[in-house]
């Protein structure tokens, strides 16, 4: 399994944590800066570095198995011109998905990082460190800034104006709050009326349960099932593409897909709030503690207990994250 692309990155960022740890960035930097001339660190100093790089990679290497690039060989046959588009290419997704400039210069990082050790190995002709370094400035120039965002004010209209294919990936998303990639993750269980998605954001698999929402359910599931039979991942540039073309016509300000996750996290907050019974029962099969289950019972620390259920419901781990994405 190691000729797996991804176990090989993720083997890379593991030995310069290795190297990195316990050691003082500034000294390794003043180092390079005297042999190499250049001020910088090739290793990985901080467990929270390593996480944020390998989320990064991995997300990348989603993309790079969606074009067909899974092992070593396969990156191994791959020319130098077709690697430096398909990481354009990327770095031009995450724009049009509008990633904050923030998260792309981690992605950039992550993947200098990781790539400068890799490629030589493989295809020595390949100066993927030149690339980046004369292209990091336009990727990540292209990324949103970085503020709160929020739903579009009149969904529904925005997706009126978007093709089949993609307002049924709009639908999709603002009916369970998947991330754009996820309903391809995403397997349903008509018995049980539930959704799980499989290695989300973070590798985390989570469940969603639509008892309480079975005409959602029916509709959700008959989206997934239409979606994944048209591969909708090989179209989402056009996705993008065409949610900005709805925003002109409609006259909205354009906050990608991500809009469509807002506006569900914005009205499921208040049909859980609304329905004690549904609450109750997801408290029940999320795990939740006997502390949050007892907040049902008290108007005032009701948000507390809705907040555990839509944490869990968006693929987050902390409470503040479901927060951020309801309240203004």
Partial sequence: MRNRVRYLIKHTLDELYELGKGTKKSAIQREMQRVKGVKESPFIHTSDTKVRYERAMMRFCDYLEELGIKRESHLKKTSTEELQKIIDNYFKELADEGFSKGTIKI????MEKSLAVIIPDINSSIDIKSFI??????????GAESKKGDSYADPEKIRENLDETHRMIAEAQSMAGFRVREIARATVDKENKSITVHRAKGGRTRTLYFEHREETFEKLADLIEKLKEQEYEKHLKNY????????EETQQEYNASHAFRYEYAQQRIEKLRNNKEELRDLLDKYNADDKTKECINDENKINSACDFVLTQELGHNRLSMSRYYYRR
């Fill in 133 to 142: 370094d004369e292209n990091r400035v336009n990727w990540w120039s292209a």
């Fill in 107 to 110: 992605h950039i990082a992550a």
């Fill in 240 to 247: 993008y593409e065409d949610i900005k073309k709805a925003c």
